[in-house]
């Protein structure tokens, strides 16, 4: 079985690299810049990888990128409940990809429906808004707006592909093998971009 791939094994990986020296660095950076490295590398290394896919006509989201989470359900207002993401979603994604499934907690699981943005300004007051008693979700920034579900404080899972800030060191990374390489790479390019830039000094026009 192969071993757990986790931020913290990455940033060892990254920070073992630099301190060989092939990277021409200075200054070696703590274990906390290389784990934030590699936490922003896992999300570019994602958004390549997925756009890349799409280009060769492969839309599935492959497993190893999926994570599932509890949220909660709380009022909003017109018969709607909110959720706010406090566990930040990767954004930006073709067709909302970074939300992949919103179900009901039971036993035999209810799919939440998603609707576009733009579905409460359209159909808003219109006999065809609640889709026929189905429950639905609008995404909206770092909310999403249910509709069709009722109760206080109910939970929902919501699968999807979290960003790479909130994995701790020690959580399954949820990245697939292939990708391993990438973000190393791009944790050591990041962490040696910042050595290199110039520090911003401001003077007071003084000749020294």
Do not use: W
Request: aromatic share 8%; with cysteine; proline share 6%.
């Amino acid at each position: 079985m192969s071993e757990q791939i986790t931020a913290g094994k990455l940033a060892e990986e990254t920070r073992s690299i630099l301190s060989g020296g092939s990277a021409k660095i200075e200054v070696m950076p703590t274990r906390r810049m290389c784990l934030t490295a590699v936490q922003q590398a896992r999300d570019k290394a994602i958004f390549q990888y997925i756009y890349a896919q799409k280009a060769d006509g492969n839309h599935v989201v492959p497993f190893d990128l999926l994570d599932e989470r509890e949220v909660e359900l709380v009022p909003y207002r017109d018969g709607a409940m909110m959720i706010e993401l406090k566990d930040r979603i990767l954004t930006g994604l073709p067709k909302n990809m970074g939300i992949y499934q919103l179900t009901t907690t039971d036993l035999f699981p209810e799919e939440v429906i998603p609707a576009p943005s733009t579905y409460l300004t359209m159909f808003k007051g219109r006999s065809s808004f609640n889709l026929e008693g189905s429950p639905f979700y609008v995404p909206v920034k770092d909310k999403l707006y249910v509709y069709g579900i009722s109760g206080e404080g109910c939970k929902l899972n919501l699968k999807g592909i979290y960003a790479g800030a909130t994995y701790n060191e020690t959580e399954f990374f949820c990245v697939p093998p292939e990708l391993q390489i990438d973000i190393i790479n791009m944790a050591v390019g990041i962490l040696a971009t910042m050595q290199n830039i110039p520090e911003d000094i401001i003077t007071d026009n003084t000749k020294r």
